[in-house]
């Protein structure tokens, strides 16, 4: 099921490809699109593509690159400091989510080439200290990284699915992502 | 939660607009991708990103314009063909995901070209019959052609954090796509 762990040149060569792409698949989905497909959260109390995408921007601008350049400077001495999960909701009040997937863009592409200059292949061994969960490697970040992506990602297409709810009749019960909105262990018929 | 319905003249525009966008973000998101990020199911017993393309060109193949079809020649007359829900395992088999990716390009463009031709505003009450599902109208057919585009590119998400399961380290815990493959009811912390 699971690949084995691989070569550390190939890992941040296909890391850094995942992480390129993101930007891309967001613009290609939502650019442009209106609002009756983006209005809607994941879940009840979920989030809306655009926080999602605020989200992200968190990351790229509080998480990833501090938290590589962390490791790099203080190793397991001084912990990380914590992802500020909510900072989007008033930090982006006043943007579109056109804007939000620019910016998101540009920091992506900025952190993509700082990381670049930082790290290299001997470095992925280096360790630093989570404030919760202890000791972890710096490849293990840059792998959390892409998947954090995908899971992200991914719940976007929930909150798309979920503001076509209503008009799929009778087909909803084949229709997972709108079934596990409302119950999360939901199996389509 | 939910939005309204909407007339028929956006919800033709809008949804197209949707099921236009597919190609574009699975080519962008899986186009040359290296197959350490792409040889995963989505589940132990689930569909691996070419499994999930495949999947969409059975759908372009045998189902959403034939049933639009069917729907515009006899009614509620004559029942839906069913859906091959496995047609792709064996008929694929000979190529890759770049070859599947452009194959499904090519039949979504042309399905949109033809539904273009096919369907005006003023079909989409029009009733169909489902084998299992009963009366449907036009409408619920084409906004179930798109959400069933979003339920599955959001399986291709999965599946690509699968292939990084090992790699997250302590970070699974955090990770709900990853967590969510395992157990479908849980939470990440």
Redesign the interface.
């Given at each position: 099921?699971?690949?084995?762990?691989?070569d550390n040149a190939?890992?941040i060569a296909?890391t850094t490809?995942?992480l390129r792409?993101t930007p891309?698949?967001l613009r290609?989905?939502l650019g442009g699109?209106?609002p009756?497909?983006t209005?809607?959260?994941d879940t009840?109390d979920g989030w809306r593509p655009r926080d999602i995408v605020g989200h992200l921007i968190t990351g790229e601008l509080t998480d990833w690159l501090a938290r590589t350049e962390r490791i790099l400077e203080h190793g397991t001495a001084r912990e990380f400091d914590r992802f500020e999960r909510f900072a989007m909701l008033e930090r982006d009040a006043g943007m579109t989510l056109d804007e939000l997937l620019e910016r998101f863009a540009d920091l992506r592409a900025q952190n993509l080439a700082r990381l670049a200059e930082l790290v290299s292949a001997a470095d992925l061994g280096r360790r630093g200290l989570?404030p919760s969960?202890?000791e972890?490697?710096l490849?293990?970040?840059l792998?959390?990284w892409?998947?954090?992506d995908?899971?992200h990602?991914?719940q976007v297409?929930?909150g798309?699915?979920?503001?076509?709810?209503?008009?799929?009749?009778?087909?909803k019960?084949y229709?997972?992502?709108?079934l596990?909105r409302e119950d999360?262990?939901?199996?389509a018929g």
């Open positions: 099921m699971t690949a084995p762990l691989r190939d890992f296909e490809d995942l792409r891309a698949v290609g989905l699109l209106p009756t497909w209005g809607t959260p009840a989570h969960l202890g972890v490697t490849r293990q970040l792998a959390t892409a998947v954090h995908l899971d990602i991914a297409f929930a798309m699915a979920g503001s076509h709810d209503a008009e799929v009749g009778p087909w019960a229709l997972g992502i709108l596990r999360p262990a939901a199996i």
